[in-house]
């Protein structure tokens, strides 16, 4: 019994902390904003415990502030802040890349067939992700871009190193969305290569992968920076 009831809190605690992670990301928490333990346990109707571990839990991700004896606020993100983590992830995505070179990514070792399996299954999120930035919608954009990065990161078979960039790419798009979100039209303004991406990757060609990531960092900047300064 006390199994059952320490399952039932961390799974609690794990999706108030993914509702508030979507909360932030959806602009529904704004950069800055205050709140208090106890507010948050009342909205979502449950105690105070598995709160405030959701709350430890992100800002240890980066998403939320401490404020001592007062509550939590939405950790608000500069366009250096967002350099730096655009650069961080670029590092660890060339180095997944290396690990293609060297002939280590786990999907080097499958059979063709399987390789081809989980290959088509990211490419399809990565379709998903392209119509959604085409047509502007960033909240549906994130959703489809984070599983897609989570699952092509999980193919090179490094779990750390798949969770490292999971954790950077929600950083990122919790800094991004800051600015985005006072947008009124991003049709056609998101990156929208992930099937470029894969299809490089599929052939092994990291040249090509390489260049589509440093054209994506570069596009990314660009429109934070270029929001900053409108």
Partial sequence: MPG??????????????????????????????????????????????????????LSAQGLLDADHHRGFHVH?????????????????????????????????LFDDARAIGALTAVRRRGEEAQRAALAGDLTVLIGYDLRFWRELSALFGNTYLADFLNRLRVQSWVCAVQHLRRLTD??????????????????????????????YNAHSLALVEGRAEG
Avoid at 29 to 47: D, H, M
Avoid at 86 to 105: H, I, K, N, P, Y
Avoid at 193 to 209: G, I, P, Q
């Fill in 186 to 215: 991003l049709r056609g303004r998101l990156w929208s290569a992930h099937t470029e991406l894969v299809d490089a990757l599929a052939v092994r060609d990291t040249e090509t992968a390489r260049a589509i990531v440093d054209a």
């Fill in 4 to 57: 059952n009831a320490a399952v039932t809190r961390s799974t609690l605690r794990q999706q108030i902390a993914d509702a508030l992670r979507d909360e932030v990301l959806g602009g529904r928490l704004q950069p800055g904003q205050e709140f208090t333990v106890k507010e948050i346990a009342e909205q979502y109707g449950v105690s105070a415990t598995p709160v405030r571990e959701a709350l430890v839990d």
């Fill in 76 to 108: 608000e993100y500069s366009v250096a802040d967002y350099r730096g983590i655009v650069e961080a992830r670029s590092l660890v995505t060339d180095g997944m890349f290396q690990f293609l070179d060297e002939g280590q990514a786990r999907f080097s």
